[in-house]
């Protein structure tokens, strides 16, 4: 290829990006580059923002609702990772290898395909006080029936934890699943042959062979947990008295309902930071135990 048809080429593949690129820069880099200014402001909604430094943080974090929702977004991580994770992956194992295995998986996806809003409103009206479950309660005559679920803090916390873990227990188990299609049989016949069965068959060779797809169910876990918003907005709003907020109903709070914009986006930053630093310690982390688990495979 000649130098010139090179040039033209190039040419020809930048007229292709441009669009693309400028798409990318006017919707994602310039409202964070906008978010970050900001945050260093004083604004309403009307008039000119007024720059006022770091006082968007200092207020933030000596505010009790931030720190409480801060709290409530680290108990929605670690729900997260225990509730909707292991159980996908308890569902996965048992339907795994089973005839008909992939239509006992059918119930536990169809809530998946329903938006967090429709979950946060079936979710109200079983969990309300008088709703459906403490009526079922009190019909059997067991104990639970006077409990406000949604009402005190930290059980609307759980409760809504219970709520995100049936949406999204599907789609953990589809993603194991895959994982363990992937799987070679021939390290687990040969572990087989050596007597390894059950718990010990799980824990030291499929579990450490299920570590790629592992890393992508608890990454995207972390990351949609810490950015929880619309079953909270929709079963209580983060109340009573923003005991259940987590960050981004705060950030939300705060910017469209008390129109503070500066400290919304202070917030929002702060979030952002925090998704980004759990994102790439927890990856960086994967990725160095991991060496182990390829050099076993390999040999």
Known sequence: MSRRSSTNYQRAAWGFLAPGVVAVVLVLHLPVLYTVFLSFTDFNGLGDPEFIGIDNYVRMFRDPAVLTSITNTLLWVVGTLVVPVGLGLVVAYLAFGLPGGAWLRVPFLVPYALSGVAVGVVFSFVLQNGGALSQALAFLNLP???????????????????????????????????????????????????????????????????????????????????????????????????????????????????????????VALFLTVITLAASIIYLRRQLTIGEPVKKAVRS
């Open 144 to 266: 639970g029936s006077e409990l406000r679920w949604l009402q005190d803090a930290p059980l609307n916390t759980f409760a809504m934890i219970i709520a995100s873990a049936w949406q999204g227990v599907g789609v953990n188990a589809l993603l194991f699943t895959v994982g363990l299609q992937s799987i070679p049989k021939e390290p687990l016949e040969a572990a087989k042959v050596d007597g390894a069965v059950g718990w010990r068959l799980f824990r030291f060779m499929i579990w450490p062979l299920l570590r790629p797809s592992t890393t992508i169910v608890v990454g995207l876990s972390i990351v949609n947990s810490l950015k929880t918003f619309d079953i909270v907005q929709s079963m209580t709003q983060g109340g009573p008295n923003r005991v259940s907020e987590t960050l981004g109903v705060t950030m939300y709070r705060n910017t469209f309902l008390n129109s503070e914009y500066g400290l919304g986006a202070a």
